[in-house]
């Protein structure tokens, strides 16, 4: 039911450019005010974030660990999955975010009915479905900014020979949309094929895979199906970039880019809001940021209050009298009695 709700919310965000645009003819709001809308909620949700989980204090060191500690010279470490050092773990971060070298380890359980067991096997299929989702989603984000810029920078010209140098068809075919579709795709089976992840699976799980998987389709659409007027869109972008927000040639696209940028829209809005967040959080979490040397460095919690030492001398003064009542021991006799005779 969450895939359902979530399926027919992404349905919901189709029809209404579609009804907004073929019908009311309202151009300018879903070409021009939601995506600039979008935009400050984005960066302002994203900034906010940010700033508050920079913010967090973090008293001692809680890196999850996935190999040797450092130890005695002649036990190795494993020094990318249990960092001692910053450029240990600056290494690690690179390898995380780059690689997803945590996920890398993923394993599935699995139940021996004969013996009764429960044993655990290395599953690599998550690690490739995420790979191919996230490298084909940071290519297009990239490719895209080509619409953004004049004259275009010659990173972005290499990145996009690179990207559809097999050269099928006309328009040319782009690698990053078949790895986006096929990875979001394979993520989105995964949730629905596994019954333990289908158990655990919300709507927030369900919904922005959804709309990316609608957006990828909508732009596939627009490319290779309907063919839009490329030049009066890039006329439109530099006119938002700009702030020539007039004369802005709508009545030359396509509806489907208004369900296109509607859609991108959306997903920007809920991107602060929402899991997606990790983009940012995997640089911040103590977790995978922290080098693992407790047993090197004496860590103060910096939260504790300004505590004046307690001696016991002054510990046994203090409360000297209710101590010999006890019949505890004492080291001076004389605290035994009151703090009035003492000091006569």
Not at 43 to 51: E, H, Q, R, S, V
Not at 309 to 325: D, I, L, Q
């Amino acid at each position: 039911m969450n895939a359902l709700y979530s399926l027919i919310f992404v349905f919901a965000l189709v029809l209404i450019p579609l009804v907004g645009v073929g019908a009311a003819h309202l151009q300018t709001f879903f070409g021009v005010c939601v995506p600039l809308t979008a935009v400050i909620i984005f960066l302002a949700g994203f900034t906010f974030k940010i700033l508050k989980w920079v913010k967090s204090p973090v008293p001692y060191r809680i890196p999850t660990t996935g190999g040797q500690q450092q130890s005695l010279d002649w036990i190795k470490q494993n020094k990318w999955d249990n960092p001692s050092t910053g450029p240990q773990t600056v290494m690690r971060m690179i390898l995380e975010v780059l690689c997803f070298r945590s996920l890398f380890r993923n394993t599935r359980v699995e139940l021996n009915k004969d013996a009764g067991t429960v044993g655990y096997a290395s599953d690599k299929w998550l690690w490739v479905f995420a790979i191919l989702f996230h490298y084909g989603f940071v290519m297009i984000f990239f490719r895209h900014f080509r619409l953004f810029m004049n004259p275009v920078p010659l990173p972005l010209t290499f990145l996009e020979f690179g990207d559809g140098i097999m050269q099928i068809g006309v328009p040319t075919f782009y690698m990053s949309d078949a790895l986006l579709m096929v990875g979001a795709l394979l993520l989105l089976g995964r949730r629905l094929w596994d019954a333990k992840v289908r158990y655990i699976s919300l709507v927030a799980d369900y919904f922005p895979l959804l709309l990316i998987i609608g957006i990828a389709l909508s732009g596939i659409y627009m490319r290779y199906f309907v063919k839009v007027d490329i030049i009066s869109i890039k006329d439109v972008t530099m006119g938002l970039v700009t702030g020539h927000f007039t004369d802005l040639p709508f009545d030359k696209i396509n509806v489907s880019f208004f369900v296109h940028v509607f859609m991108v829209s959306t997903l920007m809005i809920y991107f602060p809001f929402s899991k997606l967040m990790h983009l940012g959080g995997v640089l911040l979490s103590p977790t995978r940021n922290l080098p693992n040397d407790t047993r090197m460095r004496h860590h103060e919690n910096p939260w504790n209050p300004d505590i004046k030492p307690h001696s016991y001398a002054s510990y046994e003064k203090e409360f000297g009298v209710p101590m010999a009542e006890a019949g505890l021991p004492l080291d001076d006799p004389e605290n035994a009695k009151p703090a009035e005779e003492r000091e006569g």
